[in-house]
């Protein structure tokens, strides 16, 4: 086991952690440097165990325990006696591929359960979460990702299907361009053939004082 681990000092002023029992701070405290916990943050071991290492009562342990526990700062299963610190690979990330190698041992420590499961997972999810480098991240995939079937980060996202575009709906024909196209041509066309004589008609209608017999248009037209 690693003889040293990374301890954030800001858990000091940490809202959930400030507000623990201190017979809650000391377990967890206990926990974290625990000589057993592996480079994954977790462990085999019992609340048994762990009152004889505070040396404690039964009862005192498994209240410091119980609000571990509720604050989800610590995972158990009780039948294999696994224990796990969900956030341990967070602070303790990986440096090298090494690191990611010396995982498979301890991985063989831990029972079998779906605890461990997530275990593998969890430190997977905090890896790929702190941008380690590309040696880490393709070793942690080759090793544990493949194996278990782990879906990692960016795998997710390109399984989200993607939403098709509707296309643009495609310009309808107007019936009635063409036709008024056709009357403006057909006007134009008999404009010019008129001549003096339509320009002489239209003299011929107009009154005195300019306008139309017909009147002034309207527009209606």
């Known amino acids: 086991m690693a003889k040293y681990r990374k301890i954030d000092v800001r858990i000091w ?11 809650a701070k000391l377990c967890f405290m206990m926990l974290l440097t625990h000589p057993d916990l592996t480079a994954l943050g977790a462990m085999r071991t019992n609340l048994r165990a762990l009152a004889d290492d505070l040396n404690w009562t039964d009862e005192t342990l498994s209240k410091a325990f119980g609000e571990l526990l509720a604050n989800g700062m610590i995972r158990y299963d009780e039948k294999s006696r696994l224990a796990f610190l969900p956030n341990f690979v967070r602070f303790n990330a990986p440096e090298n591929q090494k690191v990611i190698m010396g995982w498979s041992k301890a991985l063989d420590l831990l029972p079998e359960c779906g605890l461990k499961f997530e275990v593998i997972k969890m ?25 278990f079937g782990i879906p990692l980060p960016n795998q997710e996202q390109e399984q989200e299907p993607k939403q098709k575009q509707k296309p643009e709906p495609e310009p309808e024909d107007n019936p009635f361009q063409g036709k ?28 005195d004082d300019g306008w139309d017999s017909i009147g002034p248009s309207t527009g209606a037209i």
């Open 13 to 23: 002023i940490d809202a959930k952690f400030l507000a623990l029992s201190t017979e």
């Open 123 to 147: 430190a997977g999810d905090h890896i790929f979460a702190s941008a380690c480098n590309p040696g880490v991240l393709r070793e942690y995939q080759e090793r544990f990702a493949i194996p």
């Open 180 to 207: 008024k196209a056709a009357e403006q041509n057909f006007v134009h066309e008999n404009e010019g053939s008129a001549g003096p004589a339509a320009a002489g008609n239209a003299d011929a209608n107009r009154d």
